[in-house]
C-alpha cells in the first residue's frame, strides 16, 4: 500500500459484509486479510434474513487508503455480494461481553451489583465466589465496566466483538 | 438431464467450452478422468512435472487468448502445480487446473477427505490466494455447473487461474447431468462499459497535453486492444512505452515506441518519461519493476488509470482520473471523441524531441564482436518471421530478449512478468507451439532458468512439439550475479553454476538437436536450421558470465537515472 508519509493516521472502521453462506468463505476473507496485510480487531459473523447470505461485521485499524483496498479487494471475492464502510454517526453498534468477577465478600458483591445497575448490565450467574455480569452495549461502555471491574478481580472474561446495522433513518430506499 | 459419470461430465463440459488439449500428468486420484480422456478425441499432452503442465497451458492461453487446461493428481500432483498457477494469476492468465482429490465419501471408511489420506493435501486452501477462484466438487452433478462457472470466471473480467478440485469419487459416480442451466455468481460482474463522463475528462485530458505518454501493459493484449492502442497513439501523436507484459502492443520498430519501461526498461522511456505531463496508463498496474521509486515517478504529470479490476485503482500509485472498464472499449470511445482540432499544436515539438532520444541512444548498448546477448537478439529478429512467438526464461535472458528483441505483433511474446518464475521458457514455449502449430516458436533461456524444467525436452519429443531452445549459457544464475557484481562486491555467493552439463549431449540424450555455436555467423546458422528442423533444437550460446543487463534502474532509485554501464554507477 502506497501511502505518502506522515499520512498513516490510523483510526478502527466498521465493516459489514454481506457474503454466500457456505463453508469457506470466513477462511477466504480472513485469509485475503492476512495476505494484505490488514490486521483484524474483531469479527462477528452470522446468517442474515435471507439464509443463503452470512452477514459479517468486521473492525480493522487503518486508514481511508487502506479501506479503499480492503474493500476493493474483499469485492473481487466471488463469494462477496457487498462490502460496506459504516460511518460511526449513522450506525448503531452492539457488543456483550460476559465477565466472571471475583466476590470475595459480600461488600464487592453488593458493590457490583451496584454497578451493573449502573450500567444497565445483567447477572446471569452466581457462585460463592464468583458472579457473571452480562454486559451490552458500544464497545466503549464495555472498556469501561471492565476497567471498573478489574479492582474485583476479573476471573474470566468473553467478548464478542463489534456487530452493527446502519440505522433505517436516510437509508436509501430502492 | 443425462445420466453419466463424473468423469465424462468433465470431458463433455472439456468440449462445450471448445478445449482441445490438456497438458498434464496422471495419478492415482485422476485415474477415472484420464480413462475417459483416453479416447475422448482430446489431445492429452504429457508434462515431466506438474509445474511444466501448468506453463504449458499458461503459454496456450497467453497465445490463443482462450483458457488453458492441466491437470495434475491429488496431493504432490495439484502442490507441484503451484508455481506454475501462480504465474498465471500474476500475470492474469487464463488457465483451468483440474486437480485430483482423494474420496469425499465413504467409499473405505479410512479414506475420507480431511483424514490425512494417501497423497491427500488441501490444495483448496493451498492455491486459495493465487487463483481467481476455486472449487471444490462435492457430488458428481455438480460438475457441469461447476465447469461453466470456471471457464466464465477465468475468461472474463480480469483473467485469472481456476483450479477445480475433484475428488476421485465424483469422477467415478454417475449421475443426472444438467447441462443447460446458465451461469449466475452474484458477486461477479464484470464491468465493461467505460463511464462516459470519465471518457470525456480523459479525452480533455489528452488532447491538452504537450508531452502525453500512453504506458500499455498486459490489458491491452488480454482485451486485444493493440490496434486500438496504436490507434489512439497515432491520432494524436502519443508514445507508447510498455510494461514487460504489454510488449508487443506497439511494433517495436514504431516511430512511437519507445520499448520497455522500468528497471530494465529502455533508456529513451525511462528518461523520457519523467518529462510526461499526461500519463495514460492502460491496463498496467504500476508494479515496482516498472515504476522504479513512487517518489520520482512521473512528478509532474496527471494521470489516467485504465484497469478491468476496480481494486487496482489505488492500489500502488494514486490517479488523477481512473476508469474501470474494458482497455478495447474504452480506447475506442476515447479515438471517436478526439478530433484532430483539440489536439494542442506543440505536439510536433513532443514527437520531435521523442524522435532526437530514440536516435541519440539508438543501438548505443549493441556491440559487435564475440557473442554478445543483445547483439545475438538483434540478428535473431532478422531472422524470424514477424509472427514468430518468444518464449523465456527469466534473469538476465528474459531482460536481453525483452530489450533487444523488438516484437512487432501482440501474443508474440511471453514471459513470467508478474512472479518471475525461472523455468517457466521451455514449458510456455511448449504451450505456445500446440496452439500456434503454424508458426515457430522460440524459447530464450538462461542455463539456471533451463534446467528448471529441462525435463520438458521429453513432452517436445513425445508429443512432437518442435520449438527452438537459445540458452544464453553464461555458466552463472546470471542475474543474481549481476546484482552481486554490482552490489555486493562481486562475491558470487552460490550465483556461479560450474557444473551445468553439456548442454549438446543434454539435448541428444533426449533426443532433440544439439548445437553449441562459437560466433554470431554460426548463431545466425542454427537458428537458420532450427527454424526448418521438425523437432526441438537446443542452442548452446557460451556468453561471457561478466555480461550485464543494461539499461538498468537500481533499485530505490527514479526511473529517470537509469543507467547503462557499470562506469555510470555511483
Known amino acids: 500500500m502506497w501511502v505518502k508519509k506522515n499520512m498513516t493516521i490510523y483510526q478502527t472502521y466498521i465493516l459489514a459484509f454481506i457474503v454466500e453462506n457456505k463453508p469457506g468463505v470466513l477462511y477466504k476473507i480472513s485469509n485475503m486479510f492476512r495476505r494484505r496485510s490488514f490486521n483484524i480487531e474483531s469479527l462477528t459473523v452470522g446468517p442474515t434474513e435471507n439464509e443463503d447470505f452470512a452477514r459479517m461485521t468486521i473492525t480493522v485499524k487503518g486508514n481511508e487508503n487502506m479501506m479503499e483496498q480492503l474493500t476493493k479487494q474483499t469485492n473481487k471475492l466471488m463469494e462477496v455480494i457487498k462490502v460496506t464502510v459504516l460511518n460511526k454517526k449513522n450506525t448503531v453498534m452492539r457488543e456483550i461481553a460476559l465477565i466472571k468477577i471475583f466476590t470475595v465478600d459480600s461488600k464487592t458483591r453488593s458493590d457490583i451489583i451496584q454497578y451493573v445497575d449502573i450500567f444497565r448490565g445483567h447477572i446471569i450467574d452466581v457462585s460463592p465466589e464468583s458472579l457473571i455480569v452480562e454486559m451490552t452495549g458500544e464497545s466503549n461502555k464495555i472498556d469501561a465496566f471492565i476497567e471498573l471491574s478489574r479492582p474485583f478481580g476479573i476471573k474470566e472474561l468473553a467478548r464478542t466483538g463489534v456487530t452493527a446495522l446502519k440505522r433505517g433513518i436516510g437509508e436509501n430506499k430502492k | ?570
Open chain 2, 1 to 570: 438431464m443425462v445420466k453419466m459419470t463424473g468423469a465424462e461430465a468433465i470431458v463433455e463440459m472439456l468440449k462445450r467450452q471448445k478445449v482441445k488439449h490438456i497438458f498434464g500428468i496422471p495419478g492415482g486420484a485422476t485415474l477415472d478422468l484420464y480413462d475417459v480422456l483416453y479416447n475422448s478425441g482430446l489431445r492429452i499432452i504429457l508434462a515431466r512435472h506438474e509445474q511444466g503442465a501448468a506453463h504449458m497451458a499458461d503459454g496456450y492461453a497467453r497465445i490463443s487468448g482462450i483458457p488453458g487446461v492441466c491437470t495434475a493428481t491429488s496431493g504432490p500432483g495439484g502442490t507441484n502445480l503451484v508455481t506454475g498457477i501462480a504465474t498465471a494469476y500474476m500475470d492474469s492468465s487464463p488457465v483451468i487446473a483440474l486437480t485430483g482429490q482423494v474420496n469425499s465419501q465413504a467409499v473405505n471408511s479410512s479414506y475420507l477427505i480431511g483424514r490425512d489420506a494417501f497423497q491427500e493435501a488441501d490444495i483448496i486452501g493451498i492455491t486459495m490466494p493465487i487463483t481467481k477462484q476455486n472449487f471444490q466438487v462435492k457430488k458428481a452433478k455438480e460438475i457441469p455447473s461447476v465447469f461453466k462457472e470456471a471457464f466464465y470466471i477465468a475468461s472474463t473480467g480480469r483473467l485469472g487461474p481456476v483450479v477445480i478440485d475433484l475428488p476421485k469419487n465424483t469422477q467415478k459416480e454417475s449421475a443426472e447431468m444438467d447441462f443447460s442451466s446458465p451461469v449466475k455468481i452474484r458477486g461477479y460482474n464484470p464491468i465493461y462499459i467505460p463511464d462516459p463522463v470519465q471518457i470525456r475528462r480523459a479525452v480533455e485530458l489528452l488532447c491538452n497535453a504537450e508531452r502525453p505518454i500512453m504506458l500499455a501493459g498486459g490489458g491491452v493484449i488480454a482485451s486485444n486492444a493493440s490496434h486500438e492502442a496504436v490507434k489512439l497513439a497515432e491520432a494524436i501523436l502519443m508514445p507508447i512505452t510498455t510494461t514487460l507484459m504489454g510488449k508487443g502492443v506497439i511494433p517495436e520498430n514504431h516511430s512511437l515506441s519507445l520499448g520497455l519501461l522500468g528497471m530494465h526498461g529502455t533508456i529513451v522511456a525511462n528518461k523520457l518519461l519523467h518529462e510526461t505531463d499526461v500519463l495514460l496508463n492502460v491496463g498496467a498496474r504500476f508494479s515496482d519493476r516498472t515504476t522504479g521509486t513512487l517518489d520520482d515517478f512521473c512528478p509532474d504529470a496527471k494521470i489516467i488509470h485504465i484497469d478491468i479490476d476496480a481494486a487496482e485503482i489505488g492500489k500502488n500509485f494514486k490517479v488523477d482520473l481512473s476508469i474501470v472498464a474494458d482497455a478495447k472499449r474504452t480506447l475506442i470511445e476515447i479515438c471517436k471523441q478526439i478530433t484532430q482540432k483539440m489536439i494542442r499544436k506543440e505536439r510536433s515539438v513532443w514527437f520531435d524531441r521523442i524522435q532526437q532520444f530514440k536516435e541519440r541512444y539508438k543501438d548505443l548498448l549493441i556491440k559487435e564482436g564475440g557473442l554478445k546477448p543483445p547483439k545475438l537478439m538483434v540478428e535473431l529478429r532478422k531472422l524470424v518471421p514477424n509472427n514468430t512467438i518468444v518464449a523465456t526464461g527469466v534473469g538476465q535472458c528474459q531482460m536481453w530478449a525483452a530489450l533487444y528483441f523488438k516484437a512487432v505483433e501482440p501474443r508474440t511474446f511471453i514471459t513470467s512478468g508478474g512472479l518471475g518464475t525461472m523455468g517457466f521458457g521451455l514449458p510456455a514455449a511448449l504451450g505456445a507451439k500446440v496452439a500456434r502449430p503454424d508458426v515457430p516458436v522460440i524459447n530464450i533461456d538462461g542455463d539456471g532458468s533451463f534446467r528448471m524444467t529441462e525435463q520438458e525436452l521429453a513432452t517436445s519429443v513425445l508429443e512432437d512439439i518442435p520449438v527452438i531452445v537459445i540458452i544464453l549459457n553464461n555458466s552463472m544464475l546470471g542475474m543474481v550475479a549481476q546484482w552481486q557484481r554490482l552490489f555486493y562486491g562481486r562475491r558470487y555467493a552460490s550465483s556461479e553454476l560450474k557444473d551445468s552439463p553439456d548442454f549438446v549431449k543434454l539435448a541428444e540424450a533426449y533426443g532433440v538437436n544439439g548445437v553449441r555455436v562459437g560466433s554470431v555467423k554460426e548463431f545466425v546458422n542454427a537458428v537458420k536450421e532450427g527454424l526448418n528442423n521438425d523437432v526441438t533444437t537446443v542452442i548452446d550460446v557460451p556468453i561471457s558470465p561478466e555480461e550485464d543487463v543494461w539499461p538498468m534502474v537500481p533499485a530505490g532509485a527514479g526511473l529517470r537515472d537509469v543507467i547503462w554501464s557499470a562506469e555510470k554507477k555511483k
